[in-house]
């Protein structure tokens, strides 16, 4: 069963850039497609951007398809999240996320989850 570590959220004005890491442990993390979700307080948890097992293929919801990227380092066994042009709508714990399939798919195919890291977007 993966586990995961993030890391890089933080305090960061409008228009600002934030890099989260993802770091697994305990598993073949090459095989295991990884997304970033996201929950702010009284909503529900959305599917962020997501990336498949090799080739890698992404995904993103229109909302952040212009300013976020999804990336992995296989021989790091970690994932990115780049965010650029951060909105304060974009205030949210991200949570990372495995699919044993290796596919991006709905959410309930997400077995393995990550503690998550605050993003706060404020000025």
């Known amino acids: 069963q993966l586990q995961f570590v993030e890391s890089g959220g933080g305090l960061v004005l409008p228009g600002g850039s934030l890099r989260l890491s993802c770091a697994a442990s305990?598993?073949?993390?090459?095989?295991?497609?990884i997304a970033w979700f996201r929950q702010a307080p009284g909503k529900e948890r959305e599917g962020v951007s997501c990336?498949?097992?090799?080739?890698?293929?992404?995904h993103h919801t229109n909302f952040v398809k212009d300013r976020f990227t999804i990336s992995r380092d296989n021989s790091k066994n970690t994932v990115f999240l780049q965010m650029n042009n951060l909105k304060p709508e974009d205030t949210a714990v991200y949570l990372c996320?495995?699919?044993?399939?290796?596919?991006?798919?709905?959410?309930?195919?997400?077995?393995?989850w990550g503690q998550g890291t605050q993003v706060t977007v404020s000025s």
């Open positions: 996320a495995a699919a044993p399939s290796g596919q991006c798919v709905p959410e309930g195919s997400f077995t393995s």
């Open positions: 305990g598993g073949a993390f090459a095989d295991y497609a």
């Open positions: 990336i498949s097992r090799n080739p890698g293929i992404t």
